[in-house]
Structures are given as C-alpha cells and as structure tokens.
C-alpha cells in the first residue's frame, strides 16, 4: 500500500513557476514508477508527466514538454513537478500517482495509487 500527499499548488500568475511535492508512505516507493496528473474543471483528468523508478527517464505531454520537468529522490519518497513559464490553461487540480510498473506509463488506468490532488491557479 502507497499513500500519496501533493503539496506546493497554490495561485501564480501567467509566466511564472510552482514546484509540486508528492511524499510517499511505504518501503517500495523506489520501485514504482510515478507520474503526474491534471483535471480542469468539466475536462476529463490528463497525463502531464511521467518517470520511472530510477529517475533515468522520464516522458511529457505534448502540452508541457519544455516547460515542465518531473524528478524523484527516492532516499526522501518524494517526487516533484516543477513547472516554470506557466499558463491560464495550467489551471486545474493536480494529482500524483504511482505505478507498481517501474517503467513509465502514461494511462491513468496503468497507476494504482493517487493522492488527494493539490489546486494550481495560473492568472492572465
């Protein structure tokens, strides 16, 4: 069992940057595979970023590619999103999850753990 917390969301406005945090209870954290997620309001929630459980690679949404980088120091169970040059679209909730498949994914179905999700506002 994985439990899941995000933190660092909060209201940014257009060009600026925020870090999420995901801190992760559980033993086997540096063998899952994490990623992060986003819902907008009446949208269906959307992959944004990907990493496997080393930390060696990692995979983005088109949309974010460039501005967004996703990282992981499995000695803390902590897994971040930093997110700089962001934009009114940004704006949703955003959910961290892990997969008990080390290898990236990027299909919600294919992660077995979320976190409560963490609110990113981004003003024009």
């Known amino acids: 069992q994985v439990q899941l917390v995000e933190s660092g969301g909060g209201v940014v406005q257009a060009g600026g940057s925020l870090r999420l945090s995901c801190a992760a209870s559980g033993r086997t954290f540096s063998s899952y595979a994490m990623g992060w997620f986003r819902q907008a309001p009446g949208k269906e929630r959307e992959f944004v970023a990907g990493?496997?459980?080393?930390?060696?690679?990692?995979y983005y949404a088109d949309s974010v590619k460039g501005r967004f980088t996703i990282s992981r120091d499995n000695a803390k169970n902590t897994v971040y999103l930093q997110m700089d040059s962001l934009k009114p679209e940004d704006t949703a909730v955003y959910y961290c999850?892990?997969?008990?498949?080390?290898?990236?994914?990027?299909?919600?179905?294919?992660?077995?753990?979320w976190g409560q999700g963490t609110q990113v506002t981004v003003s024009s």
């Open positions: 999850a892990a997969s008990r498949l080390g290898s990236v994914r990027h299909r919600h179905d294919e992660y077995d753990y």
């Open positions: 990493i496997n459980w080393r930390g060696s690679y990692t």
